[in-house]
């Protein structure tokens, strides 16, 4: 009976502290405070030097728990990054995820060894263990402190997060194999095995996250065993891929984006399901690690411990990040000024610095207690800071409160269309006379608790729950015409674009500004003629054609045609002002 009412303690305690720590972040959010530091302070108060006294020493399960819990992290970091930003930030984000850890190992390494009195070689292993950057750290406070970055900043804090993690842990290794073994270490190698790694895993990304995305389209799944089918397949996925020689976790996160491009429906519903199983991963993870820490060890190397973490922070992550971005010419100033300082430490610095622990390597204790160090004061520093260095950058977009509210439902034996549900709000455009798009078909409204058809509702009113069959591929552009005002016109602009022009317009006008590649013949047609030969007189709201560095959306109709044309940028940063007189022919909306 012992076990048995040790193992109901455990249950217990655990959830005990999951529920403390979630009512500790509420309050924690009105401060500002980043909420994984909350759940990383709990888990050192029920620690052994905390009031919990809970004696806590499993380094081994603490980083099997960590490996699962960061694969499920980035697998939805995955999901929630559009596959088109991260072929615009590929090549400077592949440099800082390789060259930049590199870097910052080096040079964190020596500032270690002088700060620690340690030899090279460990001081190198402290820089391995803190030089990248967190994914779960960065992914989670920017969602949930609902920051939005300019597109380009964004993708690029968010991949290299996902994307450092082997550069990091292979230096790690090699570092923790060459004190276990000089004679081992041969560079040629583990060259080899740089490549091996990175090389395997997003082999293995691609091809996992196609197999998830085949299953979830094909097969006749709920809601519940879609999320389900989806986590599984991506642990299964980075398990393979590790045993492999790859690197898992690069694997999980492409697998993310891959999923997220090729399925056909129901997106909005994985993500909200993953939802909770990313907030559990996110909250075990930190309450076990700081179950790991006792305060009074921090406390014996505390003032080099912070001179680590203030050189990282303030001089070998900037070099670094400079060295990388600064040869591109494609990053201003500001931007890379926010990407140096918003390097986030997490648990995966604690995790790394758990493996000297496992094999027990000299100075192991105090390569921990640095990393929890450096992690502490970058989760406080970093990221109690983060929405006042997006806003000195300029690098935030606008607030957006929330969300619009859309239900998807995918129809058995149907891959062509889904049934989206909205509610209608006051003020919505569709009440105000703005038409649907002929590819979307209103199927029924619900009114005042009652089901009608489509014929027999007759116009939309506000307070209704209109459901309409549409494309999957092509859903979200309805949000603008059933969301509140202040939300309409953030997804309005995500649809048609910052600018709007008339479409008697002419598209060399257009051309001469923006540097577009327009034939000769084509360049005195209008904007509404061009929309009209390259559709054949068929145009429907949202139709496009893309010209070199922009996309000209079709935003109004009329009987004749396109009336207003929308124009979105797609290289952040390529146009930022415009002269009056052609403020006067081209206004912008």
Same mark, same amino acid.
């Given at each position: 009976m012992?076990?048995?009412?040790?193992?109901?303690?455990?249950?217990?305690?655990?959830a005990?502290?999951?529920?403390?720590?979630?009512?500790? %972040?509420?309050?924690?959010?009105?401060? +500002?405070?980043?909420?994984l530091?909350?759940?990383?302070?709990? +888990? &050192?108060?029920?620690?052994?030097?905390?009031?919990g006294?809970?004696?806590f020493?499993?380094?081994?399960?603490?980083y099997r728990?960590?490996s699962?819990?960061?694969?499920?992290?980035?697998?939805?970091?995955?999901l929630?990054t559009?596959?088109?930003?991260?072929?615009?930030?590929?090549?400077?984000?592949?440099l800082? !995820?390789?060259?930049?850890?590199?870097?910052?190992?080096i040079?964190?390494?020596?500032?270690? %060894?002088?700060?620690l009195?340690?030899?090279?070689?460990?001081?190198?292993?402290v820089g391995?263990?803190?030089a990248?950057?967190?994914a779960?750290?960065?992914?989670?406070?920017?969602?949930a402190?609902?920051?939005?970055?300019? #597109?380009?900043?964004? !993708?690029?804090?968010?991949?290299?997060s996902?994307?450092?993690?082997?550069?990091?842990?292979l230096?790690? &290794?090699?570092?923790?194999?060459?004190?276990?073994a000089?004679?081992g270490?041969?560079?040629l190698?583990?060259?080899r095995?740089?490549?091996?790694? $990175?090389?395997?895993?997003?082999i293995?990304?691609?091809?996992?996250?196609?197999?998830?995305?085949?299953?979830?389209?094909h097969?006749p799944?709920?809601?519940?065993l879609?999320?389900?089918?989806?986590?599984?397949?991506a642990?299964?996925? $980075?398990?393979?891929?590790?045993?492999l020689?790859?690197?898992?976790?690069?694997?999980?996160?492409?697998?993310?984006?891959?999923?997220?491009?090729?399925?056909?429906?129901?997106?909005?519903n994985l993500?909200?399901t993953?939802?909770a199983?990313?907030?559990?991963?996110?909250?075990?993870? $930190?309450?076990?690690?700081?179950?790991?820490?006792s305060?009074?060890?921090?406390?014996?190397?505390?003032?080099p411990?912070?001179?680590?973490?203030?050189?990282l922070?303030?001089v070998?992550?900037?070099l670094?990040v400079?060295?990388?971005?600064?040869?591109?010419?494609?990053? +201003?100033?500001?931007?890379?000024?926010?990407?140096?300082?918003?390097?986030l430490?997490?648990?995966?610095?604690?995790?790394l610095?758990?493996?000297? &622990?496992l094999?027990?390597?000299?100075?192991?204790?105090?390569?921990?207690?640095?990393?929890?160090?450096?992690?502490l004061?970058?989760?406080?520093?970093? +990221?109690?800071?983060?929405?006042?260095a997006?806003?000195?950058?300029?690098?935030?977009?606008?607030?957006?409160e929330?969300?619009?509210?859309?239900? #998807?439902?995918?129809?058995?034996?149907?891959?062509e269309?889904?049934?989206?549900g909205?509610?209608?709000?006051?003020?919505?455009?569709?009440?105000?006379?703005?038409?649907?798009p002929?590819?979307?078909r209103?199927?029924?409204?619900?009114?005042?608790?009652?089901i009608?058809?489509?014929?027999?509702?007759?116009?939309l009113?506000?307070?209704?729950?209109?459901?309409?069959?549409?494309?999957?591929?092509?859903?979200?552009?309805?949000?603008?015409? $059933?969301?509140?005002?202040?939300?309409?016109r953030?997804?309005e602009?995500?649809?048609?674009?910052?600018?709007?022009f008339?479409?008697?317009?002419?598209?060399?006008e257009?051309?001469?500004?923006?540097a577009l590649?327009?034939?000769?013949r084509?360049?005195?047609?209008?904007?509404?003629?061009?929309?009209?030969?390259?559709?054949?007189?068929?145009?429907?709201?949202?139709?496009?054609?893309?010209?070199? %560095?922009?996309?000209?959306?079709?935003?109004?109709?009329?009987?004749?045609?396109?009336r207003?044309?929308?124009?979105?940028?797609?290289?952040?940063? %390529?146009?930022?002002t415009?002269?009056r007189?052609?403020?006067?022919?081209?206004p912008?909306?």
């Amino acid at each position: 009976m012992s076990t048995i009412e040790h193992i109901y303690w455990v249950f217990a305690a655990a959830a005990a502290l999951v529920l403390v720590g979630i009512a500790s %972040s509420l309050v924690a959010r009105r401060f +500002g405070a980043p909420l994984l530091l909350v759940f990383l302070v709990i +888990g &050192m108060l029920a620690g052994t030097d905390g009031p919990g006294g809970i004696e806590f020493d499993d380094y081994s399960g603490a980083y099997r728990l960590g490996s699962l819990a960061l694969a499920i992290i980035l697998f939805d970091g995955g999901l929630r990054t559009p596959l088109q930003a991260v072929r615009r930030v590929l090549a400077p984000t592949l440099l800082l !995820a390789t060259v930049g850890v590199v870097l910052s190992a080096i040079l964190t390494g020596i500032a270690a %060894s002088w700060l620690l009195e340690l030899d090279t070689v460990t001081g190198f292993l402290v820089g391995s263990v803190v030089a990248s950057t967190d994914a779960a750290a960065v992914l989670f406070l920017l969602r949930a402190g609902g920051l939005q970055l300019r #597109e380009r900043v964004g !993708a690029t804090l968010e991949i290299e997060s996902s994307a450092n993690d082997p550069a990091a842990i292979l230096l790690t &290794m090699m570092l923790v194999e060459y004190v276990s073994a000089p004679a081992g270490l041969a560079p040629l190698g583990l060259l080899r095995e740089f490549v091996v790694q $990175f090389g395997i895993g997003s082999i293995a990304g691609v091809l996992g996250g196609g197999a998830i995305a085949r299953g979830l389209n094909h097969l006749p799944l709920g809601h519940s065993l879609a999320a389900l089918f989806a986590l599984a397949g991506a642990v299964l996925v $980075f398990g393979v891929t590790g045993q492999l020689g790859g690197s898992g976790f690069l694997a999980v996160y492409i697998a993310g984006l891959i999923v997220a491009s090729r399925v056909r429906g129901g997106l909005s519903n994985l993500l909200g399901t993953l939802d909770a199983a990313t907030w559990l991963c996110q909250i075990a993870m $930190f309450l076990v690690l700081g179950l790991l820490a006792s305060p009074h060890l921090l406390l014996d190397s505390l003032l080099p411990a912070l001179g680590v973490a203030a050189f990282l922070m303030l001089v070998g992550r900037p070099l670094a990040v400079v060295a990388c971005l600064a040869p591109l010419r494609r990053y +201003g100033k500001r931007e890379i000024a926010f990407i140096s300082w918003i390097g986030l430490r997490g648990a995966v610095g604690i995790f790394l610095a758990s493996i000297p &622990m496992l094999v027990q390597l000299p100075h192991a204790q105090l390569v921990f207690n640095v990393a929890f160090v450096v992690v502490l004061a970058s989760l406080l520093v970093q +990221g109690w800071t983060l929405g006042l260095a997006a806003r000195l950058f300029d690098v935030a977009l606008p607030h957006r409160e929330g969300t619009v509210r859309r239900v #998807e439902l995918d129809l058995p034996g149907s891959l062509e269309r889904e049934l989206v549900g909205y509610p209608v709000a006051a003020q919505a455009r569709v009440l105000a006379g703005a038409p649907l798009p002929a590819w979307a078909r209103l199927t029924l409204v619900v009114r005042e608790g009652t089901i009608q058809p489509a014929h027999e509702a007759g116009a939309l009113h506000a307070g209704d729950y209109a459901y309409l069959l549409a494309p999957p591929g092509r859903v979200y552009r309805l949000d603008w015409l $059933f969301a509140p005002p202040e939300e309409a016109r953030e997804a309005e602009r995500e649809l048609f674009g910052e600018f709007t022009f008339d479409a008697d317009v002419h598209l060399g006008e257009i051309a001469e500004f923006y540097a577009l590649p327009v034939r000769a013949r084509d360049a005195p047609l209008t904007l509404a003629e061009h929309f009209a030969q390259r559709f054949e007189h068929t145009i429907e709201v949202g139709d496009r054609v893309r010209l070199g %560095s922009v996309t000209l959306i079709a935003r109004e109709l009329d009987e004749a045609g396109v009336r207003k044309v929308g124009l979105k940028v797609d290289r952040l940063g %390529s146009v930022l002002t415009r002269p009056r007189w052609l403020q006067r022919v081209l206004p912008r909306s």
